[in-house]
């Protein structure tokens, strides 16, 4: 599996998220732990090594979930092995590969799940739709009845999408009308029974994401970064 299913990012902003986990750790409560959720956080970005602003979200979300006392585990989509299906045949019969199995157990454990992405063309990543695809054939998220609707697998399982994009969220949203978004949560995760499905867009980040001097996009400031960053652990904390 080479890492891709593990339970926590890496060192991405280590010290400014070890001292959140200081400034709050002394603040759970027994009502908190009681409270406490099983998350499964799908990291989407098609680029493996993780030199992403996704990844640094990702890591916000995580290290707010560790000190709300929530149980993690990370699957890095795409650090995974499995190939396109390419006909019904293979989505209904066709072998599960053997990098699935541990995700689709990492999914199945989760009582919310976490999925991070950056919108491209208008889309999720074609990765990410090929790993749904794959983890999500029959029998593990619906089960097929004969003259009826599909019995959903994941009733009482939630979950949040979290999309990074260059233009504006709200342009996203209202302009385009989130088209891809809603085939997601409708299509996909709703079919399958997972409500309910929260979301937040992250918009004007430009390009550069990617540069191998590690200059992440920022949006309208770095005060605004950080506030961005600050609601992705309190999210975390909370476990929503």
Known sequence: MGGAITASFGPSRRNKDHRYLDQRAGSASRATKAMAKRITILQGHPEPRGHHFGQVLADAYTSGARVGGHEIKCIEVAKLDFPLLRSSEDFYQGPIP???????????????LVLFYPLWHGHFPALVHAFLEQTFRPGFAVESRKGQMPKKLF???MARIVVTMGNSAVFYRWYYCA????????????????SPIRTTLIGWLGGGAGEPEGAFPTL??????????????TLGRQGC
């Open 155 to 157: 009733m009482g399982k």
């Open 220 to 233: 309208r400031s770095t005060t605004q970064l950080e506030r961005r960053l600050d609601k992705l652990r």
């Open 98 to 112: 053997a990098g699935t199995p541990p995700a689709q157990e990492a999914i199945r454990w989760a009582d919310h």
């Open 179 to 194: 088209h891809s978004l809603k085939s997601l949560k409708r299509n996909i995760l709703g079919f399958a029974g997972i």
